[in-house]
Structures are given as structure tokens and as C-alpha cells.
């Protein structure tokens, strides 16, 4: 049996929303059956039954979602950060997918990407993996053993991409696709199967058809790539010339977000030069945007709006795009994020204010948590996602409050901060 019902002691901090954080100097997160039941200064009498972890002067805050990374780049993380897309895509992202097709070549690789994962600050993500269908059950199977909450996805390409990751066509595919969703849907409790085009310009019309259905049929999620370059932009247009904008492309074929409650999300990674026009269709269909804010500035791809895009309330959430972005850290994704909008304010729009420390936490939070439901946040009702991170090696001068040790240990992690604990919906994580 699970223990997922627990009470955990320490400096505690979540969003109350993009602007505010609420912190608690010594306070109980208490957890019942994997639900947080909200942030106490004292025990409630209806709770001292439950077992108590005392974690000192820990930080305790939300665990942290990453909605868009692919896992078969894992392996050359930090090469060809001197190229932009389209070239790096052909030098070194298709010759390493391709080498997927060979089992023990994806089974060595996806240990190491899921076992880091699991140590990394990461709670949930949103992965691709590769063309090839049992390389990615493999990748499920994997996921699965860590207890992180995933979404993973077989990738579809029919066109304009290397023989050796083109599907022969639409139809198998398709095919192929769907004897996997019918193979996955619920073989796990943790992952689950989404719907991954790779992008436009290696889908066919049929291609894109055809995922619409599927799509529709098993209420599926959906992940792909959106507006990250501009070269890649014209490309669109150039393959469909009857496209408004380039996620018009998606949206006729019915992946372009859910359009209602109810309906599965998609996630669209990037979105750095979205039009008004895709910007109000994303908002109409409560699309997700993945900004992923290291790999645009490695690929040379530019800066999103993200300012722009959270003032006009759209779904927003952090992706560290392994391998454009070059390490799996989502606290690296909340300062990037927050040092780009500062060269968006400077060199772009200096009516676009830059990022706060509370709106990127926001951001990796609860922003890119929601997706997963109600995730990111201590507020009673939320799944118990947790992180505790002992920063007592980071230098600390007195009057210092748990907002600045917060920042501190987001910024300084990677060099003496440490995470002592992980939580998934209230399971621990063995780190």
C-alpha cells in the first residue's frame, strides 16, 4: 500500500497566483491519501494521527513540471549549441533519433534520461520520444519505474525528414500509432500516451488528418512544435499555402487544443513569433504554451513574449527542451525565463516588463502543473507534488527571509544547494 498520507515540517512556499507567493516559516503540509489538505502553523487536531516528517530548515515548495523535453536527445545534451534549428536538427537531432531503432542502443539510453529525471527537480513532464514504436514503449516502461506523473509520445513524420525516421506513409503511421495508444492507454498508472506530430513540415496533410481522428476518437492530449523560428515559419507557408498562420495549420485538423472544458490539451512548444491572430486562437482553444527559454537562446531562435502572452491569459508553462536546452533543471528554466524577458524588455518591447521571481516559480509551478490538473500548488485539493531542498551550504546572512533562501536556491542549486526530497502525488520519491 501507498503511504501517500503524511505530514511534512518545515519552510514551506507555493503561488497563490502569478504575483503572490504565500511562505510559512515552520509550518505542516499535510497530505491525505496523496491530496494536499493546505499549510498549517499548527497540526489540526483531525490530522495528529498522521506520521510526521521533520525536515528543519528545509525550503519545502511544489514539485515542478516540465512541458516539453525529448528524451532520446538526452544522450547529446551540450553539442551543436553553435548551430540554429534547422541545422541542428539535421547535424545532430535525426542521426541520434535514428539510432532508436536499435533496442539495446534506446534501452541503455532511457535508463540514464529516466533515472536523471528522477533525481532532477522535475515532478511532471510532457516527453517525446521517437518514430519508433518499441523504443517508446520501452521509454513508458521506464517513466513508469520512477513513479513520476508523464506524458510520453510516439513522434509521426511522413515527410521532409531523414529515410531513416520516415514513416513509409500516413496509413501506417497511423496504424502504427494507434495499435500503440491501444497498447498504452491503461497499462500504467503513471504515464500516459499523447499525441505527438513532430511539426508541421515533417507531417503530411493525411498525416495530420489522421492524427486529428485519433485525437478526437480516444480524447487524447497533444504535443508538437509551434512558430520557434522564423525560417521554419516560411517553411509552413511554403507546404501549406492555405494556412492563416502556422498553428491554422493544426487547427484544421483538429490539434490545436481543446476548445472546451473536457477535451484534452495540447502543448505547443515555443510560440516565440506567434501572430495576433495564432495568439487569440490559442487563447480560444486553451492551448498550452511551452516556453522553453534556454534552447531558444542556444538554437538562436529568439525570445517569446511571454509577458505579453500571460497578460492576455493564455495557458503557460516552462520547458527545458533537452536537448536544445542543454541540462533537465527546471530551477535553470525559471532564471533563463526570467533572464530573457529582461533582453525582451531591453532590446525588444520596454513596455514589456521582465519576469519576477514569483511569476516564473508560477510558471514551472502551478502555470505548467495545471495541465496535469490541479498540480503545482499546497492549496487544499491540489495532488501533493513536493520538493525539499536543503540550501544550507549556500551562504546565508542573517535577516534573510524564506522568499530570498527561495531565489537563492533556485539560482545557486546547481552549485550548493542539494534536493533531500521528492514527492509525486504524495508518493515518495527515492532520490
Known amino acids: 500500500m501507498k503511504n501517500n498520507s503524511w505530514i511534512l515540517k518545515g519552510n514551506i512556499c507555493y503561488s497563490k497566483s502569478e504575483k503572490e507567493l504565500s ?48 528524451a532520446p536527445q538526452y544522450s547529446f545534451a551540450g553539442l551543436g549549441m553553435d548551430l540554429e534549428l534547422l541545422d541542428w536538427l539535421n547535424t545532430h537531432t535525426f542521426p541520434e533519433e535514428s539510432r532508436y531503432e536499435s533496442m539495446e542502443y534506446a534501452r541503455k539510453a532511457y ?14 513532464a510532457v ?27 510516439k513522434v509521426n513524420m511522413d515527410q521532409n525528414c531523414p529515410d531513416s525516421l520516415r514513416e513509409v506513409d500516413a496509413k ?11 497498447d498504452t492507454m491503461d497499462a500504467y498508472e503513471n504515464v500516459r500516451p499523447i499525441l505527438t506530430p513532430r511539426f508541421a513540415p515533417t507531417c503530411s496533410a493525411a498525416l495530420l488528418e489522421g492524427l486529428g481522428r485519433l485525437g478526437q476518437k480516444y480524447n487524447l492530449p497533444v504535443q508538437t512544435h509551434l512558430s520557434e523560428n522564423q525560417s521554419e515559419i516560411a517553411w509552413v507557408k511554403e507546404l501549406y499555402p492555405w494556412s492563416s498562420f502556422y498553428g491554422d495549420v493544426y487547427d484544421r485538423f483538429g490539434l490545436f487544443g481543446a476548445g472546451e472544458e473536457g477535451r484534452a490539451p495540447a502543448v505547443m512548444a515555443h510560440c516565440v513569433y506567434s501572430a495576433p491572430e495564432e495568439v487569440m486562437r490559442m487563447k480560444e482553444n486553451r492551448v498550452y504554451i511551452a516556453h522553453c527559454p534556454q534552447s531558444n537562446m542556444n ?7 511571454i509577458r505579453s502572452y500571460m497578460e492576455q491569459g493564455l495557458f503557460i508553462g516552462l520547458g527545458t527542451d533537452l536537448a536544445g536546452g542543454a541540462n533537465m533543471s527546471m530551477f535553470r528554466c525559471i532564471t533563463d525565463a526570467i533572464a530573457v524577458s529582461k533582453l525582451y524588455w531591453r532590446l525588444v518591447d520596454q513596455g514589456a516588463k521582465p519576469l519576477t521571481l514569483e ?29 525539499v531542498g536543503d540550501d544550507l551550504e549556500i551562504p546565508r546572512l542573517d535577516g534573510w527571509g524564506i522568499r530570498e533562501r527561495l531565489a537563492r536556491f533556485l539560482y545557486l542549486s546547481g552549485e550548493k544547494g542539494r534536493l533531500i526530497g521528492k514527492y509525486v502525488a504524495g508518493v515518495q520519491i527515492l532520490l
Do not use: N
Request: charged residues 20%; proline residues 4%.
Open 359 to 387: 511569476e516564473g516559480f508560477y510558471l514551472a509551478t502551478a502555470g505548467g502543473g495545471s495541465f496535469f490538473g490541479k498540480v503545482g500548488s499546497f492549496e487544499q485539493g491540489f495532488e501533493a507534488d513536493v520538493l
Open 23 to 70: 511562505v510559512t516559516e515552520q509550518g505542516y503540509l499535510v497530505c491525505c491519501q496523496g491530496i494536499s489538505q493546505g499549510v498549517f502553523r499548527q497540526i489540526p487536531e483531525k490530522f495528529r494521527g498522521l506520521p510526521v516528517t521533520d525536515y528543519g530548515d528545509a525550503l519545502i515548495f511544489p514539485g515542478m513540471t516540465d512541458l516539453h523535453l525529448h
Open 111 to 124: 535508463k540514464t534520461f529516466a533515472e536523471d529525471l528522477k533525481r532532477s527537480p522535475t515532478t511532471r
Open 299 to 305: 538554437l538562436s531562435s529568439g525570445i517569446a513574449p
Open 127 to 153: 516527453i517525446f520520444a521517437t518514430v519508433h514504436v518499441p523504443a517508446t514503449r520501452l521509454l513508458m516502461d521506464e517513466m513508469e519505474k520512477t513513479c513520476l506523473k508523464t506524458c510520453v509520445g
Open 172 to 182: 501506417a503511421s497511423l496504424l502504427d500509432t494507434e495499435r500503440w495508444l491501444l
